[in-house]
């Protein structure tokens, strides 16, 4: 951890945890804040962060697949391949 200073590593570890869904890694890092002494809220900050930027990634990501899936359907229909006339 070269610069990084440990609390900051720690907080960055919980938001990745909780953006990759990753229930062991989010105790293993909610445990180590709190050996550390890092503020109960900030650590609910990198939480709620966290989530909002999944959330918001997530209905992004849904409606990027949706158009995109469409799209490479009409490009097959007009080139009368799998799922066109």
């Known amino acids: ?34 050996e550390l002494g890092i503020d109960w809220v900030d650590i609910e900050e990198a939480i709620q962060l966290a989530s909002d930027i999944g959330r918001s990634g997530d209905e992004d990501m849904h409606r990027f697949a949706s158009a995109a899936s469409r799209r490479l359907g009409d490009a097959r229909r007009d080139k009368g391949g799998p799922g066109g006339p």
């Open 1 to 34: 951890m070269i610069g990084m200073d440990e609390n900051v590593a720690e907080l960055e570890g919980i938001a990745v945890s909780v953006a990759g869904h990753c229930r062991p890694c989010l105790l293993y890092h909610l445990k180590r804040a709190r």
